[in-house]
């Protein structure tokens, strides 16, 4: 089992749309979780961090953290032909390595 | 520039040589990382390091070595390439339970 699964996608919806994007991890100890937006050639870039149960809202995104479920989403609101690009899940796993683990990503595409 | 950067952007190397990735921040991060990723696998975690001269494997650690001698450089050497090693390698840094800062990227093709 992979530590930290995403829903690979490809995810297409029309602009102004809901995109939801989800993510499961293995690591019950995990504390601190975040998700990444990268464009095509480019390297990640943070858009949102969530750290505790329920939601957290910044703009047009919503990241929602699980932690009994082990489960974290990212909702777009009004989706934009511009958020189309690959999202990736990652969680800072416990114990003393504090390594940062990436799902595989998933592919998003906003039609105008 | 403040921030964390990667040299080179693209290397072209052929098989059987070594080959040394660059990266260097400016933020005294004491965590650093590199990764590469390839289509379908994410990103993918090779080595990283928790302070200076303190480094440690990841999830695909063979056929690559790194040092950490000073807080801010943090390089990548492939000992002997092979072409299962092309990739776009991505060095990252970060304090200790704060997001990480990725660089630029180095797309290494090995022919």
């Known amino acids: 089992q992979k530590e930290v699964e995403q829903n690979s996608g490809p995810l297409s919806v029309p602009e102004g749309a809901i995109a939801s994007l989800n993510c499961t991890y293995s690591?019950?100890?995990?504390?601190?979780f975040f998700w990444y937006r990268q464009y095509s050639g480019k390297s990640p870039e943070l858009i949102m961090s969530i750290y505790s149960n329920g939601d957290k809202e910044d703009g047009r995104f919503t990241a929602q953290l699980n932690k009994a479920s082990q489960y974290v989403s990212l909702l777009i609101r009004d989706s934009q032909p511009s958020d189309s690009a690959t999202y990736l899940c990652?969680?800072?796993?416990?114990?003393?390595?504090?390594?940062?683990?990436f799902g595989s990503g998933t592919q998003l595409t906003v039609l105008p | 520039d403040a921030g964390i950067t990667q040299s080179p952007r693209y290397k072209i190397t052929e098989t059987g040589r070594q080959v040394t990735l660059m990266c260097h921040q400016t933020w005294s991060h004491s965590y650093m990382f590199w990764y590469r990723q390839d289509l379908g696998h994410g990103l993918r975690l090779i080595y990283y390091?928790?302070?200076?001269?303190?480094?440690d494997k990841g999830e695909v650690p063979d056929g690559y070595v790194v040092s950490r001698s000073k807080t801010e450089n943090f390089p990548l050497t492939l000992e002997s390439a092979t072409r299962s090693q092309t990739s776009v390698y991505f060095c990252?840094?970060?304090?200790?339970?704060?997001?990480?800062?990725f660089g630029q990227g180095t797309r290494l093709t090995v022919v």
């Open positions: 990652a969680v800072l796993l416990s114990g003393s390595a504090r390594q940062l683990t």
């Open positions: 390091s928790a302070a200076a001269d303190i480094t």
């Open positions: 990252a840094s970060r304090t200790l339970d704060t997001e990480a800062f």
């Open positions: 690591d019950r100890g995990s504390q601190s």
